[in-house]
T-cell receptor, first 114, second 118 residues
Framework: DAGVTQSPTHLIKTRGQHVTLRCSPISGHKSVSWYQQVLGQGPQFIFQYYEKEERGRGNFPDRFSARQFPNYSSELNVNALLLGDSALYLC?????????????FGEGSRLTVL | AQKVTQAQTEISVVEKEDVTLDCVYETRDTTYYLFWYKQPPSGELVFLIRRNSFDEQNEISGRYSWNFQKSTSSFNFTITASQVVDSAVYFCALSEGYYGGATNKLIFGTGTLLAVQP
């Protein structure tokens, strides 16, 4: 079975631009979460969506937004990029919305902002 | 506030040595989950273990073992007879909220880079 897939794997943007990152969860998983991992740090929670509704939001500015589609795939959008947005963005899926089991992570999208 | 501390930034061992990775957590929740994840160079976080706060039994899985001590808020991870393939960054994580918690938000520590030399 396919794991969590994310695209693109790498991308380079300049300050002020917009970026869209995509995530396809494991088949049958209805929850998708997004995490930001700055180099040398642990992942930080950005959003969780379950059954197409936002279930949680971390301490990130409104420049960050996300949505989940009927097929449970998800997009993370970041507007007005700043240098500090350079990070590995990880998507995780799980069959349920609450912490009842492990999260399954993708390999991430590495964003570099110049 | 919830917090996870991994005081060891980097550990270097020689193959076949035993190594323990420390994790200390803070939470006001009475029920919570603790996790360990492994992150190889590919970037994907790989689940290793989940522990419910009510279950303080130590667990062993092959060369891996975990020691959960609620009295000291610690959840340490030991690799016995380490191998080069164990080289990775290891993260300890804490779930935020349980009862009524509608999210599966995890709070991660800063990670410990384990380098196993041949």
């Amino acid at each position: 079975d396919a794991g969590v897939t994310q695209s693109p794997t790498h991308l380079i943007k300049t300050r002020g631009q917009h970026v869209t990152l995509r995530c396809s969860p494991i088949s049958g998983h209805k929850s998708v979460s997004w995490y930001q991992q700055v180099l040398g740090q642990g992942p930080q929670f950005i959003f969780q969506y379950y059954e197409k509704e936002e279930r949680g939001r971390g301490n990130f500015p409104d420049r960050f937004s996300a949505r989940q589609f009927p097929n449970y795939s998800s997009e993370l959008n970041v507007n007005a990029l700043l240098l500090g947005d350079s990070a590995l963005y990880l998507c995780a899926s799980s069959p349920v919305g609450r912490v009842a089991g492990e999260l399954f992570f993708g390999e991430g999208s590495r964003l570099t902002v110049l | 506030a919830q917090k996870v501390t991994q005081a060891q930034t980097e550990i270097s061992v020689v193959e076949k040595e035993d190594v323990t990775l420390d994790c200390v957590y803070e939470t006001r929740d009475t029920t919570y989950y603790l996790f360990w994840y492994k992150q190889p160079p590919s970037g994907e976080l790989v689940f290793l273990i989940r522990r419910n706060s009510f279950d303080e039994q130590n667990e062993i899985s092959g060369r891996y073992s975990w020691n959960f001590q609620k009295s000291t808020s610690s959840f340490n991870f030991t690799i016995t007879a380490s191998q080069v393939v164990d080289s990775a960054v290891y993260f300890c994580a804490l779930s935020e909220g349980y009862y009524g918690g509608a999210t599966n938000k995890l709070i991660f520590g800063t990670g410990t880079l384990l380098a196993v030399q041949p």
